[in-house]
Structure formats: C-alpha cells, structure tokens
C-alpha cells in the first residue's frame, strides 16, 4: 500500500503563488507516476500535472508555463509550483500515485485564489 500527505494549500491572491507538496510512504518502490489533479465545486476531477518514474511530464493545458511539476531525489515526493495562479485554479488538489493495477489518492488540499 502507499500512503500520501498533501500540505502546501491556502488563500492567495491572484497572480501569487503556493508550492504544494505531496510526501509518500509505503510500497513507494512500485510507484510508477506520481501526479496532480484537482477538483472545482460542481466539476470533474482534472488532471494537472503528472511525473514518471523517468522523470517525463504531462500538464493541462490550462497550466502550461505556469505550474512546474518535480520529484525529490528518493522518488517518494513530488511538488507541484504553481505561479501566476487564477481565480480558475481553485479547487482542492490531490495528489495520486500510480502503481501497477492500482492507483491511489491523498485526502487533498483546498487551494483559493481571489481576484
């Protein structure tokens, strides 16, 4: 089993920015991609930005330029840096980690961005 803790949400203003953290434990050597996905009020959940085990990267479009996905050295965190944040990227973010025939889910961080 892995286990995730998400940490790094809030309230920010439009145009700032939060480093979102997610910290994994467990069978973390199975871990094939870690990721980012977030969920608004009344929408579908969405992915933002994933990271492999390789290193390679996907993001929505909707935060090319703006949010940066990384990984710590031993592979069991990953970051997601989001600047230049709109009021459109509130939602609570969660962090996903991929295994094989399994995925799962942190408990989430709610991220507010006031225009």
């Known amino acids: 089993q892995v286990q995730l803790v998400e940490s790094g949400g809030g309230l920010v203003q439009a145009g700032g920015s939060l480093r979102l953290s997610c910290a994994a434990s467990?069978?973390?050597?199975?871990?094939?991609?870690l990721g980012w996905y977030r969920q608004a009020p009344g929408k579908q959940r969405e992915m933002v930005a994933l990271?492999?085990?390789?290193?390679?990267?996907t993001y929505a479009d909707s935060v090319k330029g703006r949010f940066t996905i990384s990984r710590g050295n031993a592979g069991n965190t990953t970051y997601l840096q989001m600047n230049s944040l709109k009021p459109e990227d509130t939602a609570v973010y969660y962090c996903?980690?991929?295994?094989?025939?399994?995925?799962?889910w942190g408990q989430g961080t709610q991220v507010t961005v006031s225009s």
């Open positions: 996903n980690a991929v295994i094989p025939r399994y995925v799962y």
């Open positions: 990271i492999t085990r390789g290193g390679s990267t």
């Open positions: 467990g069978t973390i050597f199975m871990i094939n991609a």
